[in-house]
Nanobody, 117 residues
Framework: QVQLVESGGGLVQAGGSLKLSCAAS????????MGWFRQAPGKDRELVARIFWSGGRTYYGVSVTGRFTISRDNAKNTGYLQMNSLKPEDTAVYYC??????????WGQGTQVTVSS
């Protein structure tokens, strides 16, 4: 089992920044990827960014490329999502997601990000 706890969400004005954190505990040695998804009201959950825990290769959704940066601290078993130049359309609940090397998936409880215009 892997437990995920997100933090860092909140209310920010358009153009501002927020940094989300995802602290993992449990079978963290088995982490293959850590990602951030988001879900706005009435919309499907979408992948925002993903990082491969070993090696650090990253992937970004088209709508956030150039504005968001995903990173991880292996020693702290924590992942981060730095969000810059935020737009009202970035408003959503953001979820941390972990996929393990043996193909299990885990989700955090979600953290609300609201961007006002």
């Amino acid at each position: 089992q892997v437990q995920l706890v997100e933090s860092g969400g909140g209310l920010v004005q358009a153009g501002g920044s927020l940094k989300l954190s995802c602290a993992a505990s449990g079978r963290t040695f088995s982490t293959y990827t850590m990602g951030w998804f988001r879900q706005a009201p009435g919309k499907d959950r979408e992948l925002v960014a993903r990082i491969f825990w070993s090696g650090g290769r990253t992937y970004y959704g088209v709508s956030v490329t150039g504005r968001f940066t995903i990173s991880r601290d292996n020693a702290k078993n924590t992942g981060y999502l730095q969000m810059n130049s935020l737009k009202p359309e970035d408003t959503a609940v953001y979820y941390c997601h972990v996929k393990t090397i043996d193909n299990y998936e885990y989700w955090g409880q979600g953290t609300q990000v609201t961007v006002s215009s």
